[in-house]
C-alpha cells in the first residue's frame, strides 16, 4: 500500500513542476490603470504610459507660459481687482470669468473686446470675504483657473 502512495507522488511531482505557475507582476499608473502584466519584476512602461506623461507635461507648460503673460493685482484684493495681460495673450482669451468658490453662479463674465484695451478691473466692494475662482476660458476652448481671494 505504501509503495502505491510513494508512487503516485512521484509520479505527480513532475506535474507540479511544470503546470506550476510562475509569479507574475502588475503596474499601473497613477489613474490606477494596468499598464504592464508579466513575468519581469522590473515591469515595463508602455508607450502609452510614455505619452500620456509627455502630453500632460506640455499642457503644464502651455498653462505655465499662459499664466506668464497675465497679471492679476493686488491679491488679495479689497476693492479693485486689476487683470491685464498681453497682445499674444490677447489673440488667446475668449472670455474671463469669476464665481465665487463652492457657488456655481458667475459673479463676473465678460467677453474679451477689443476696446478692453488688454485689461478689466472688477469692483468687488460689494463682494463677500472669501476665495474666488478666476477663470480665463481660451478661444479653441480650454479654461485657465486662479483662485483669488478677497478680505
Known amino acids: 500500500m505504501m509503495r502505491i502512495k510513494i508512487f503516485a507522488?512521484?509520479?505527480?511531482?513532475?506535474?507540479?513542476?511544470v503546470f506550476s505557475q510562475t509569479q507574475i507582476y502588475f503596474n499601473y499608473d497613477d489613474a490606477g490603470n494596468q499598464r504592464y502584466r508579466g513575468d519581469?519584476?522590473?515591469?515595463?512602461q508602455s508607450d502609452a504610459t510614455t505619452?500620456?506623461?509627455?502630453?500632460?507635461?506640455?499642457q503644464q507648460n502651455e498653462e505655465e507660459n499662459f499664466w506668464a503673460q497675465i497679471v492679476v493685482y493686488p491679491v488679495p484684493v479689497k476693492d479693485i481687482l486689476t487683470l491685464q495681460w498681453t497682445t499674444d495673450a490677447d489673440v488667446l482669451i475668449d472670455t474671463v470669468s469669476?464665481?465665487?468658490?463652492?457657488?456655481?453662479?458667475?459673479?463676473?463674465q465678460q467677453k474679451n473686446l477689443p476696446h478692453l484695451n488688454r485689461q478689466i478691473q472688477i469692483s468687488m466692494a460689494g463682494y463677500y470675504r472669501g476665495i474666488y475662482v478666476l477663470a480665463f476660458t481660451l478661444k479653441?476652448?480650454?479654461?485657465?483657473?486662479?483662485n483669488i481671494i478677497k478680505q
Do not use: D, E
Open 140 to 146: 479653441n476652448g480650454r479654461t485657465y483657473t486662479k
Open 98 to 108: 469669476m464665481y465665487q468658490y463652492g457657488i456655481l453662479n458667475w459673479n463676473f
Open 51 to 58: 505619452q500620456q506623461t509627455t502630453a500632460v507635461s506640455s
Open 40 to 44: 519581469s519584476s522590473s515591469g515595463r
Open 9 to 17: 507522488l512521484v509520479l505527480l511531482m513532475p506535474c507540479i513542476f
